[in-house]
């Protein structure tokens, strides 16, 4: 079947797949964390380290990948990264001690790592510019379902197999879905492969020089470093432990919560995905009240005098799960302040801020939870309480970014509409 007459749907939707495992390859740790912790014998710091490492290594990738990918085209890079995060997943079910387990995590990560950008990249390939803002959330929305795998099923696994077959049969979802995209996924309409000229190392500097210096690239930058960091630290590491250990709460009901979070992602994508095709020129907007409205809930848990009411965690989950779609609101902004040939080393820019600011995240919440805990005891309600509220120094530092740089994209892109006829919207 030649590449002019496959549907756009049915390569989208094995894209979209692809990137559905490797979300559910990157959470699947979330509701492992206190069976790793048996399992290697580790601290809290160290359980962190599995997640802040493949959020290092994932947002340390973003640029080459997106290089890699205006370079070699989507489908090669996506079908490395699938057969990688497989292998990586396999080793990770028959490691018996922390360092192999830590490298293993790592290469989940390379893996993880050259998806998303791919699957951005075909659905501009493979639609029509009327649907690309509508089709980002839709695509970052459904991806997330990966962690849906990753809590109930995945505790019940864990529960029911056992570790080792646990991960095995993760890594056994991935290798099918390598050959899915060995079949099926084309770069284009015109063909399987579509190669971008070779680049010297001066242009590849002069590209991500030109993307940076765009105000639009800086404000797509910090509106995916702010929106889903905190969504992100609960669903791969903290949420399971804060809600179980901060918040005593049984195990089923955590794992539910948790799920209850991809609710919010399912429900908010398409509608942030219609508004912001309607009102563009109100993104940012959009984004820091969505902010504002997560902080508003998680001060609100955090003083709460004793445990908080399973309705104010539902509130809380499904709050910051809107974070998640807000994040694709960066892409949308970094599309429109960048040419074709630029778009994926752009979206590779600003896809390492939300794993960056998680990392950061993770990392501190697991150091004052060590801070804060008593050696050898069981990680205390209150050690929770002064964990995450590290959380209020990344906030800050977004939302002021954001306000920077939204007056500085809008000069840039109002002269760009007067020069063009078009009437600014706001």
């Keep these: 079947m030649r590449a002019g007459y496959r549907v756009p749907w049915v390569v989208w939707s094995v894209a979209l797949a692809v990137y559905l495992v490797a979300v559910f390859h990157r959470t699947s740790l979330a509701v492992a964390g206190l069976l790793a912790t048996d399992r290697f014998g580790i601290s809290a710091s160290q359980l962190a380290a599995f997640t802040v490492l493949q959020l290092l290594v994932y947002a340390a990738m973003q640029i080459p990948v997106g290089l890699l990918v205006d370079r070699f085209g989507s489908r090669s890079v996506m079908l490395v990264g699938t057969v990688v995060m497989a292998l990586s997943q396999a080793v990770f079910a028959v490691a018996e001690t922390y360092w192999l387990a830590l490298a293993a995590r790592t290469f ?3 893996g993880d790592a050259m998806t998303f950008i791919c699957v951005l990249r075909i659905v501009n390939r493979w639609f029509d510019g009327r649907r690309v803002p509508f089709l980002t959330q839709l695509t970052g ?13 995945m505790t019940w696994a864990l529960r029911e197999l056992g570790w080792t077959t646990s991960y095995l049969a993760a890594a056994g979802l991935g290798l099918a879905l390598a ?15 579509q190669r971008g000229p070779a680049m010297s190392l001066r242009a590849i500097r002069s590209s991500l020089a030109a993307s940076w210096a765009h105000p639009g690239t800086r404000l797509g930058f910090w509106v995916h470093f702010t929106t889903p960091f905190s969504a ?11 809600l179980v250990r901060g918040e005593g709460r049984s195990s089923q009901t955590a794992s539910l919560l948790l799920s209850l979070m991809i609710l919010a992602v399912v429900v908010a994508g398409p509608l942030l995905g219609w508004a912001v095709g309607r009102h563009p020129w109100h993104r940012s907007s959009m984004v820091l009240g969505i902010v504002v409205s997560i902080v508003a809930v998680w001060t609100v848990v955090l003083v709460w005098p004793s445990d ?5 965690l539902v509130v809380l989950v499904l709050v ?4 998640g779609p807000a994040s694709m609101i960066g892409f949308d902004v970094g599309r429109t302040a960048n040419p074709a040939e630029r778009l994926a080393s752009a979206s590779g820019i600003i896809n390492v801020a939300g794993f960056l600011a998680a990392l950061l995240a993770v990392l501190a919440i697991g150091l004052v939870l060590d801070w804060r805990t008593p050696p050898g005891a069981a990680y205390p309600a209150e050690a929770f309480r002064w964990a995450m509220s590290v959380q209020y120094v990344v906030w800050g530092v977004g939302l002021v970014q954001i306000v920077r740089y939204r007056v500085r994209a809008r000069r840039v892109f109002d002269r760009r509409a007067l020069e063009a006829g078009v009437v600014p919207q706001g």
């Design 141 to 153: 929305t459904l991806g997330q379902l990966g962690a849906v795998g990753a809590a109930v099923p």
């Design 320 to 323: 910051t799960g809107i974070g």
């Design 179 to 193: 050959v899915a995209t060995l079949v099926v996924v084309h770069d284009s309409p015109e063909g399987p492969h």
């Design 232 to 242: 992100t630290a609960l669903s791969l590491l903290w949420g399971y432990p804060f």
């Design 108 to 110: 989940v990560g390379i």
């Design 308 to 312: 908080a009411p399973l309705w104010l």
